[in-house]
């Protein structure tokens, strides 16, 4: 049973250009977060998905968008790269279960961004 | 969710010490839970302790809930070198999104 994965590993881009992370949630697993991790900090929280759309946002401008797609698998898109977005992006999924006060989360591997 | 403080923010100890680090928050909350993330790579989750629980044990983690002051405690019994990590609490009051502090850096030197 494969784990939450995410795609690429590295990623190298510059100023002003844009960007698309990848994620594949773990088998069963229908909602998928995102979270930007800076050097030194812990995540912060992006934004959520669950059935195809976007149920929570954290404080992030609208450079930072995404997308879920019918298998549930998930693609976070950054517009007009800053250098402040260089971070490990993470991609956490999770079963939405009603009636449950809280989803444990299954962290993929991460995307290192830099931008130069 | 709301965000937790992990103190102190670094700790180095030896192997086969004990590693002791804490967490407070600043509302109620119905549980709270630890993670670690190994160097620059993804969270697992260790542990959840619910808001009626006072204590909860897995392996070497031992987790502590003191819901009058508003603060939790993780500690690893026995550490190894495998420990070094970061390791962050996650205060929760429901809902679906994980609000995480700066954590905690375990430094276990062999």
């Known amino acids: 049973d494969a784990g939450v994965t995410q795609s690429p590993t590295h990623l190298i881009k510059t100023r002003g250009q844009q960007v698309t992370l990848r994620c594949s949630p773990k088998s069963g697993h229908d909602t998928v977060s995102w979270y930007q991790q800076a050097l030194g900090q812990g995540p912060q929280f992006i934004f959520q998905?669950?059935?195809?759309?976007?149920?929570q946002r954290g404080n992030f401008p609208d450079r930072f968008s995404g997308h879920q797609f019918p298998n549930y698998s998930s693609e976070l898109n950054v517009n007009a790269l800053l250098l402040g977005d260089s971070a490990l992006y993470l991609c956490?999924?999770?079963?939405?279960?009603?009636?449950?006060?809280?989803?444990?989360?299954?962290f993929g591997p991460g995307t290192r961004l830099t931008v130069l | 969710s709301q965000q937790g403080e992990e103190d102190p923010q670094a700790l180095s100890i030896q192997e086969g010490e004990n590693a002791t680090m804490n967490c407070s928050y600043k509302?109620?909350?119905?549980?709270l839970q630890w993670y670690r993330q190994n160097s620059g790579r993804g969270l697992v989750h260790l542990i959840l302790?619910?808001?009626?629980?006072r204590e909860k044990h897995s392996g070497r983690l031992r987790v502590t809930l003191d819901t009058s002051k508003k603060s939790s405690s993780l500690l690893i019994t026995a550490s190894r070198a495998a420990d070094t990590a970061s390791y962050f609490c996650?205060?929760?009051?429901?809902?679906?999104?994980?609000?995480f502090g700066a954590g905690t850096r375990l430094f276990v030197k062999a």
């Open positions: 956490a999924s999770s079963l939405l279960r009603t009636g449950t006060f809280y989803n444990e989360q299954f």
């Open positions: 998905y669950y059935e195809e759309e976007e149920r």
């Open positions: 509302t109620s909350i119905n549980n």
């Open positions: 302790i619910r808001s009626n629980e």
């Open positions: 996650a205060p929760g009051t429901g809902g679906f999104k994980t609000i």
